[in-house]
């Protein structure tokens, strides 16, 4: 079989179906050439790296399939994927690129013409070393991207840069090893010298010097992976606060319930938006109820209620929703002890403080007094958390100032943690990937237990031994980020699930 001895070519469309001014079909691997020859019969190949046009035949026939199409050529290993690539730039229409889709695999090669598997084309950059795996998994963010914080993180760490830091470590965990397996072999004729546990000591001082370096990028990963699945935020308030009507102005459209009977927001409903370029799931609770008023609670308000301070407890930021109330005595803001309970349960998360209904309240600004009421019965809340807003008067009084607070917050939630390294480095740490995050807590658990072992005097060649175990352990959790090097293991099972996003023809 003439096919054994060579890779697949595979071809796929790049660019969304349907139709479109242009259409892009990439092809690679070995037959690039054949199908250029079948589908441009007697013109000169393409230059390398040079937009050609073309007129694209049906193989084997003088039949145009498209009269101009933009040829570009780029031969390997100089290219996306290390193979010989070819990129056909076809006009959008949905007959051409099914036309061109058809006659590719007719092409006279002796190499096999397949159409992509998802991830195909990345799949062989990665073979052919011309992406590291922390590359690919920060393509499936740039292809995933929404907002412009999300684009900003993923585009930080597209470069090879992470994979290096990791390989650093790797390499210092690998010298730190070496060194102690000198030692074993030293102590097999004498006992520990002076000169031994010096060296002892200072492999050590570098493993504790290197885990402090990745409990910071493990700190930064986490605030990434907040800007990759959103930031979540809770709102909690008494019923008939205003919560609702508050997510649906943040919102801007009615996507939520909004109901002067207290009580009809009875589930929590998520939804995703874009603040200020942050990802954010809003969630909207069943209120909570106000004493005296709790005896009347329905099962399923119960089941509400439950779920409502559950999903507090998940935010990220806590949004206390407080509202002026008609009383006899005029208008007041009540802050129920219920509310004040769950601000001290959430306590180390951010909270921000909104009283809605200002329009109930003579003057638009909230007295003093209410602010200092605000602050004593909510310890712990930073200046400058409470604003007013109004959510029924026309333009939404005061809700751009809070959305504004809410985007501050979010900023000093998500700017990374520096140290001694420099600030790049950190920049990097938060395109790290959730997977890169736990593979790197591995690492660290490998390091506690090696220091744990080195704590004490060694005193057996055994110690040593099993000392450079817990190291050959946290070297290889870092060979399984990067995929390459000592105990990787499969990167297959790695890739199949970051290939699960990629479309065909990436
Ligand atoms: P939730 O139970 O906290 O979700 O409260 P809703 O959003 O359902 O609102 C309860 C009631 O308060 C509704 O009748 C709203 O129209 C009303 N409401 C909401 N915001 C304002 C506001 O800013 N001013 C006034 N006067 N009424 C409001
Ligand atoms: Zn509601």
Redesign the pocket.
């Known amino acids: 079989d003439p096919h054994h001895d060579s890779p697949n070519t595979i071809f796929a469309l790049s660019t969304a179906a349907g139709k479109s001014a242009i259409a892009v079909v990439r092809i690679s691997g070995p037959a690039c050439m054949d199908i250029f020859a079948s589908l441009c019969p007697s013109t000169s190949p393409p230059k390398p790296r040079r937009a050609t046009l073309r007129t694209l035949y049906r193989p084997h026939t003088n039949e145009i399939l498209d009269p101009g199409s933009i040829v570009l050529y780029f031969p390997g290993p100089r290219s996306v994927t290390g193979e010989d690539t070819l990129e056909l730039h076809l006009h959008g229409g949905p007959a051409i690129v099914r036309a061109v889709l058809g006659a590719i695999p007719q092409a006279h090669s002796r190499h096999r013409i397949v159409y992509a598997e998802p991830g195909e084309f990345t799949r062989r950059a990665f073979a052919n070393e011309r992406l590291t795996l922390p590359q690919i998994e920060a393509l499936g963010d740039i292809l995933s991207a929404a907002t412009e914080q999300q684009r900003i993180q993923s585009v930080r760490s597209s470069t090879s840069a992470l994979s290096q830091r990791y390989e650093g470590w790797r390499a210092a965990l690998i010298a730190a090893r070496g060194e102690l397996e000198a030692l074993i072999d030293f102590s097999e004729d004498q006992q520990f010298e002076t000169s031994s546990s010096e060296l002892l000591r200072n492999v050590v001082v570098a493993v504790e010097r290197l885990r402090g370096v990745l409990k910071g990028h493990v700190a930064n990963a986490m605030k990434g992976e907040m800007l990759r699945s959103g930031i979540s935020l809770a709102l909690v308030?008494?019923?008939?606060?205003?919560?609702?009507?508050?997510?649906?102005r943040v919102v801007g459209r009615e996507a939520v319930?909004?109901?002067?009977e207290?009580?009809?927001?009875r589930d929590v409903v998520d939804l995703s938006v874009d603040l200020g370029g942050f990802m954010v799931v809003l969630g909207?609770t069943a209120?909570l109820r106000v004493g005296d008023v709790a005896e009347g609670v329905g099962e399923i308000e119960k089941e509400g209620i439950k779920r409502a301070k559950k999903r507090v407890m998940e935010g990220d930021v806590v949004v206390v929703?407080l509202?002026?109330e008609e009383t006899a005595d005029g208008p007041q803001i009540k802050i129920s002890p219920e509310v004040c309970d769950v601000v001290r349960e959430v306590a180390g998360k951010e909270i921000i403080v909104v009283v809605?209904?200002?329009?109930?309240l003579p003057g638009a600004t909230l007295p003093r007094e209410v602010l200092d009421k605000i602050a004593t019965s909510m310890p712990g809340l930073p200046p400058g958390r409470v604003f007013g807003?109004?959510?029924?008067?026309e333009a939404g009084a005061g809700i751009q100032e809070f959305l504004n607070g809410l985007i501050t917050i979010f900023k000093e939630m998500t700017s990374p943690v520096s140290s001694s390294a420099s600030s790049d480095d950190w920049h990097e740490s938060i395109g790290a990937t959730e997977r890169q995050r736990l593979l790197v807590e591995e690492c660290i658990e490998s390091l506690d237990s090696f220091l744990a072992h080195t704590s004490s005097e060694l005193e057996e060649e055994t110690d040593v031994v099993v000392a450079a175990e817990e190291l050959r352990m946290a070297a290889e959790a870092l060979a399984k980020i990067t995929g390459r090097g000592e105990g990787a293991g499969d990167v297959e099972e790695v890739l199949g699930v970051v290939f699960e996003k990629f479309c065909v023809g990436k």
């Open positions: 308030g008494a019923p008939n606060a205003g919560k609702s009507s508050l997510l649906n319930i909004v109901s002067g207290a009580g009809t927001t909207d209120g929703v509202s002026v809605n209904k200002m329009d109930l807003i109004s959510c029924t008067t």
